[in-house]
């Protein structure tokens, strides 16, 4: 069974620019998430979607960041513009509808803001 | 007051001891509790989790929950120079939160 998916691996960008990023879920996974871990920190929750719909988006800064997940399969995390302290992995996550509720975690995007 | 509270380390132990990792949390409400272990540079993977007081056992690894105590450990048995990695401890009540993680070195 494939992993969670995600693109690109590594991204540079300077700071006022946009970026995106890409995941794809284990395949059957209803559940999606979006987490940022900053260095030498834990992950943190900024989108967790069932299907195609916001479950929690509480800790999302809203006003530069936006996710969706248009078909309930993939999903896209965007930053826009970003800022310096947006430097951090993207951690993408997915985990079935039924049975204990574990994440399956993937690679990651490593974006570092200039 | 943090969420998910857990000693930073490096907590360091010979090869073949039992390593003895510790985390608190803040949500009385809390349902799961899980255990991940981060490589540096890789994302983490899930050891174990568990969801009711006392121990769980899963080969070398022993998950105990205390929710009276609001408080979840992990122990490692016979460590292993692999075992080295950052051990993330995390807890569910509708969101994931995540501790900082406790560095662990196994010396040969």
């Known amino acids: 069974e494939a992993g969670v998916a995600q693109s690109p691996r590594y991204k540079i960008i300077e700071k006022r620019q946009s970026v995106a990023f890409w995941c794809n879920p284990i395949s059957g996974h209803a559940t999606l998430y979006w987490y940022q871990q900053i260095l030498g920190q834990g992950p943190k929750l900024l989108i967790q979607f069932q299907n195609n719909g916001v479950v929690d988006d509480s800790q999302l800064p809203k006003d530069r960041f936006s996710a969706e997940r248009l078909k309930g399969v993939d999903s896209t995390l965007k930053i826009q513009p970003a800022k310096l302290e947006d430097s951090a992995v993207y951690l993408c996550a997915s985990s079935p509808l039924a049975g204990p509720d574990t994440q399956y975690f993937g690679p990651g995007t490593r974006l570092t803001v200039l | 007051q943090k969420e998910v509270e857990q000693n930073s380390g490096p907590l360091s132990v010979p090869e073949g001891a039992i390593a003895s990792l510790n985390c608190t949390y803040s949500d009385r409400g809390s349902q799961s509790f899980f255990w991940y272990r981060q490589y540096s540079g890789k994302s983490p993977e899930l050891i174990m989790f568990?969801?009711?007081?006392g121990d769980k056992e899963d080969g070398r690894f022993t998950a105990q929950l205390n929710k009276a105590s609001q408080y979840v450990s992990l122990l490692i048995r016979d460590s292993q120079p692999s075992d080295s990695a950052t051990y993330l401890c995390?807890?569910?009540?509708?969101?994931?939160?995540f501790g900082a993680g406790t560095r662990l070195t196994v010396k040969p």
């Open positions: 568990i969801y009711s007081n």
């Open positions: 995390a807890v569910n009540n509708n969101d994931m939160r």
